[in-house]
């Protein structure tokens, strides 16, 4: 089993959200805000893959302990 796919993409969505809502925060319009999240978040494909591995990990490290 392990994490589900779109519980990473609910995680990516969250953590963009909330850079967006602090950009908007900052003063910037909502498409600038967007872009600015993205430009910090970096790659999005690269960055799932990285967190699939750390969750597949503290997961079966999880399935282990049992």
Sequence with gaps: MGPHQD?????????LALSIKEQI???KDPHSARLAALKDFGNVTLT???????WRHRWLD?????
């Design 7 to 15: 519980d990473l993409d609910d995680e990516i969505r969250g953590h």
């Design 62 to 66: 999880d399935v282990e302990a049992l």
């Design 25 to 27: 925060e900052r003063g």
């Design 48 to 54: 799932r893959d990285s967190m699939r591995g750390v």
